[in-house]
Each structure stands twice: as structure tokens, then as C-alpha cells.
């Protein structure tokens, strides 16, 4: 059971390393910089947060409206005012197909990625097509859960290392958490659509109170939308799996030692208990045969002595 509690520790530093490098870095390390860049205060962006922008953007999406020479480059981006995403891994992508976005340039639709801090992709262009149809700027959704998910990915990261640390109840019961990751950011973002939909203002067109598509292909009047998960969820997936092994290996290895002790004081107990009562019998049976050899030594002696008197 030795390799069982070991393996559950990989697991969990597995678990561990996945959720620091995918979200707890990039969303500390990013936080506020795009308040800071909206107020004009790009001096107070500190130093690192460029090459970690910078590190996170390769292999992501880029519009084709970004130029070539600041792709991919956050000091060029912010120069030239371009719209910039948040770099932690995206965890949902909707997009949208309509007339006037052409294959050509959107080949998989007008893009915006879901993440736990913030938006990346096309926000701007979506958010002119939300207003179209009278539906909130994307902005508006999630706002406490945005500025809250550093803080959350932070403790969620220490719960993780304490588990490696620590065989202490209350935190192995915490790792339902990680376990139901992916399951609460599925009804929190589905919480935010229902709301999207159903908050509607007037727009140029006028559409009745609808769900927008959680997960699938669907259309919103003349727009074809489609919304699937992609690398960031597969991470919580993997997060979530690696944590309920890692939970389940651990209390069967702790049971097992619990057991183990268990046995052995009971077996020592047990023995005691039998030494005990051996060593008080042969004591006892010493004792009763000291005691009949002087009185058949000396009592012979004792009557002669008597006799004699």
C-alpha cells in the first residue's frame, strides 16, 4: 500500500502542475494589466508581465486584423491600441458565422475564447453583433467570477499542495473541488448565457428570449453559431480526473495503514495479555511448590524440636 499512497501523491503533482501552469500563472500574473491599459497607465505594467504575455500567445488565436510584426508581442499591441485576451488557457470557444464575415478571412466563424479571468479573440467584433440583436456587451457577463478567479486559482492550487503535505481529513474532504472543476464551470457559464439571452434590449432586429448554445451548433435569427471546448477544458478535465484518483488511492492507502495498526495493537495487546497471565500462573505455581518443598523439609524437623522440649 506503500506504492498506492505514492502514486496518489504523483498523481496529485500532476494535478498541481497542470493547474500553475495553465491558469494560476498567466491569471496572477496578468491581473489588472488590462484595467491599467484602459486608464493609460502602461508605466505601471510591471516588467514581467511582457515576456509572460508573450510566452502564452504562441499557438493562439490571432486576428487578421493585428499586423504581422506585433503579433504575438504585447509592448507592439498596446503601441497600436490592438484588443488584447487575457493569456491563461481558454477553456470554451463560441463563434459565429454570418454573411458578412466570408470563409476566406473567419474560416471557422467569428471567434471569442471563454476563460476563467477574462475574453480573448474577437470580442469587439462580437460585441457590435450582440448589440445588432439587442443582447449585453460580453463584458457584462461574469464579472465578479473574473475578478475573483486569480484569488480562486490560488487557494485551489494550495489546497492541491497541502494534500501532497498533508494526511489531514478535512483537506482530502476539500478535494471534491478540483474533482467538480470542470462541472462548475460548466453551470456557471451556462448560468451566464441563460442570462444573455434572456436580458434582451432593442436591437435592429427583434428576437424573442432564448438560450444561446451551450455546447453544439445552433443559429440566433440569420447568424450560425457554434460553441465547443477546447484545450483549457480538456486541463480541467485532466485536473479533475488526476484529483479523484489521486483522493480515492490515498484514503484507500491511509485505510489500509489505519488497519495495519490496527492488527498489530490488537495482536500485542493480545500477547500481552498472555504473558501476563503465563508469567502470573508460573509465579504463582513457583511459589505453591516453594512452599511444599520447605514445609516437607523442615517440618519434620520442627516436630523433633518440639518433641524434645
Not at 474560416?107 to 471569442?112: A, H, I, K, R, S
Not at 476563460?115 to 445588432?132: A, K, P, Q, R
Request: with cysteine.
Amino acid at each position: 500500500m506503500k506504492v498506492t499512497y505514492f502514486i496518489s501523491k504523483i498523481l496529485a503533482v500532476f494535478a498541481l502542475t497542470i493547474i500553475l501552469y495553465g491558469f494560476v500563472i498567466p491569471s496572477v500574473g496578468f491581473h489588472g494589466t488590462l484595467e491599467r491599459i484602459k486608464d493609460g497607465r502602461i508605466g505601471d505594467i510591471p516588467s514581467y508581465v511582457y515576456p509572460l504575455w508573450n510566452f502564452y500567445q504562441k499557438d493562439r488565436y490571432i486576428s487578421i486584423n493585428t499586423p504581422q510584426k506585433t503579433r504575438g508581442n504585447l509592448r507592439g499591441m498596446i503601441e497600436i491600441s490592438e484588443e488584447i485576451g487575457v493569456p491563461s488557457m481558454p477553456i470554451w470557444k463560441f463563434s459565429l458565422e454570418a454573411p458578412n464575415y466570408p470563409k476566406e478571412a473567419f474560416p471557422y466563424g467569428l471567434p471569442v475564447f471563454i476563460h476563467f479571468d477574462g475574453l480573448s479573440g474577437e470580442v469587439h467584433e462580437m460585441n457590435t453583433i450582440n448589440h445588432y440583436v439587442g443582447m449585453a456587451h460580453m463584458e457584462r457577463g461574469g464579472i465578479y467570477e473574473r475578478a475573483l478567479a486569480p484569488y480562486s486559482l490560488i487557494m485551489l492550487a494550495m489546497l492541491l499542495a497541502l494534500f501532497i503535505i498533508y494526511d489531514i481529513k478535512w483537506i482530502d474532504t476539500f478535494m471534491l473541488i478540483p474533482v467538480l472543476l470542470p462541472f462548475l464551470f460548466i453551470g456557471i457559464y451556462g448560468y451566464w448565457l441563460y442570462w444573455f439571452g434572456h436580458t434582451l434590449q432593442d436591437g435592429a432586429i427583434k428576437i424573442e428570449p432564448f438560450m444561446p448554445i451551450l455546447l453544439g451548433d445552433g443559429k440566433v435569427a440569420q447568424f450560425t453559431t457554434h460553441a465547443y471546448p477546447v484545450i483549457g477544458f480538456w486541463a480541467l478535465l485532466s485536473i479533475s480526473i488526476l484529483s479523484l484518483f489521486a483522493w480515492r488511492l490515498k484514503i484507500k492507502a491511509l485505510k489500509y495503514q489505519i488497519a495495519q495498526k490496527n492488527n498489530f495493537s490488537s495482536t500485542f495487546f493480545h500477547d500481552s495479555c498472555f504473558s501476563r497471565r503465563y508469567i502470573g500462573e508460573y509465579t504463582h505455581g513457583y511459589n505453591r511448590y516453594e512452599s511444599q518443598y520447605i514445609g516437607k523439609k523442615f517440618l519434620p524437623l520442627s516436630v523433633a524440636l518440639s518433641q524434645n522440649l
